[in-house]
Every structure is written in structure tokens, then in C-alpha cells.
């Protein structure tokens, strides 16, 4: 089983629509966990970072923590054409060292249409 | 601010040839990373450096080797290129106070 496991989609909506992006991961020491977008032949950026469990709004874009199912989540309310990308989740055990080495998921392809 | 730079941009070797990824980071930040990507793989980790003067092995080092050249500059070495090398190459720079990495551009390189 691997560390961390992504859908790799491809995913594709329309635009308005509600997109909802998931990782499920097998440590449960992982603390730090963070969703980075990536543009066709660009490097990935972050989007969304939260520690530990619960929810995080920025915007459109609301991240969700649930430790107890091992379960991570990046909803997209309204979404548009420019959100169509590759969403990769990561995560960490802690800030520093070695713990600090993000795994990531292999990535969502989002496609969103006008 | 430039933040994480690469070079080049783009490169094509033969089997066997040899090359540096030059990566360099101006947000003085301490710990450096070297990912490739490849196509239903994700992002795997080659090499990291925690500190200057530190290097260590990631998930992927094999055929590959890094130098941190000081605070800023962190290189990527194929001695022997292979094709299994082709990929997309990412650098990564990450400061202490937080765990988010930053990532370059990236470097495409086919090995034929």
C-alpha cells in the first residue's frame, strides 16, 4: 500500500460546478498536510497548507483534515476554467529535518469547462 | 525576488553522457530538494539537504548524485545518463519556519 494514494483522475466539470479532490494515506503520524496546484509544464505552487485536523477556507477553496479516517480533502466551490490544473496533495510527519520530507500523491488532473 | 531557479530549461543526452542540474534559491532558506516527475509516478524525492554542508538520499538516488554548493545553490549530477532518466526534473527550497516548498521551474530531459 502506498504512503499516499490519489485518484488520478482525469476529473472534468463543468464551469460553476463544486469540485471535490481526495487523499486517503496510511500513517497516521502525518501532521502537515498541504495541497499544491501545478499548471501543464510548470512547477507546483501551494495552495492550501493546514496542521493537524479540521478545515481551512481561502476564498473558493476550503481544505479539509480528518485524521481519525486518514482521510484529506480540496473542495473547489464556482469553479473556473483557469483551476483546471493538476492537484497534487502532500504531506509530512513534522517542519524540521528529515520529518520535514513532503510524500506526495500522484495527482488530480482537473479539467474545468466553459 | 527570483525565487527557485533552474538550468536549463530544457536538455538532451545521449546514453552515457553526463550533466549538472544547476538550481539555485534566493529566500536564504536553509533545506533544498531535488524531485523528479514522471507520468503515473507523482513527485519522487532524489536527494535532499537539510542545512549547507548536509546531503542526503531520498527515495529515488540511484544514478544520481548532489552537491550543495553553499547557501543558495544546490546541483544534480548524472554521471552515466540512462534513458529510465528521462523525466521532469524539480528543485525545491523550503525555509524553517514553515513546512511549504517552493518549487522551480523544472528541467525537461530526455536521455535517448
Known amino acids: 500500500q502506498k504512503e499516499v494514494e490519489q485518484d488520478p483522475g482525469p476529473l472534468s466539470v463543468p464551469e460553476g460546478a463544486i469540485v471535490s479532490l481526495n487523499c486517503t494515506y496510511s500513517n497516521s503520524a502525518f501532521q502537515y498536510f498541504m495541497w499544491y496546484r501545478q499548471y501543464s509544464r510548470k512547477g507546483p505552487e501551494l495552495l492550501m497548507y493546514?496542521?493537524?485536523?479540521g478545515n481551512k477556507e481561502d476564498g473558493r477553496f476550503t481544505a479539509q483534515v480528518d485524521k481519525s479516517s486518514k482521510y484529506i480533502s480540496l473542495f473547489i466551490r464556482d469553479s473556473q476554467p483557469s483551476d483546471s490544473a493538476t492537484y497534487l496533495c502532500?504531506?509530512?510527519?513534522?517542519?524540521?529535518?528529515?520529518?520535514?520530507?513532503?510524500?506526495f500523491g500522484k495527482g488530480t488532473k482537473l479539467s474545468v469547462k466553459p | 525576488n527570483a525565487g527557485v531557479t533552474q538550468t536549463p530549461k530544457f536538455q538532451v543526452l545521449k546514453t552515457g553522457q553526463s550533466m549538472t542540474l544547476q538550481c539555485a534559491q534566493d529566500?536564504?532558506?536553509?533545506?533544498m530538494y531535488w524531485y523528479r516527475q514522471d507520468p503515473g509516478m507523482g513527485l519522487r524525492l532524489i536527494y535532499y539537504s537539510a542545512s549547507e554542508g548536509t546531503t542526503d538520499k531520498g527515495e529515488v538516488p540511484n544514478g544520481y548524485n548532489v552537491s550543495r554548493l553553499n547557501k543558495r545553490e544546490f546541483s544534480l549530477r548524472l554521471e552515466s545518463a540512462a534513458p529510465s532518466q528521462t523525466s521532469v526534473y524539480f528543485c525545491a527550497s523550503r525555509g524553517l519556519a514553515g513546512g511549504e516548498q517552493f518549487f522551480g521551474p523544472g528541467t525537461r530531459l530526455t536521455v535517448l
Open positions: 529566500m536564504n532558506h536553509n533545506s
Open positions: 493546514t496542521y493537524s485536523s
Open positions: 502532500a504531506m509530512s510527519l513534522n517542519y524540521g529535518g528529515s520529518q520535514g520530507n513532503l510524500i
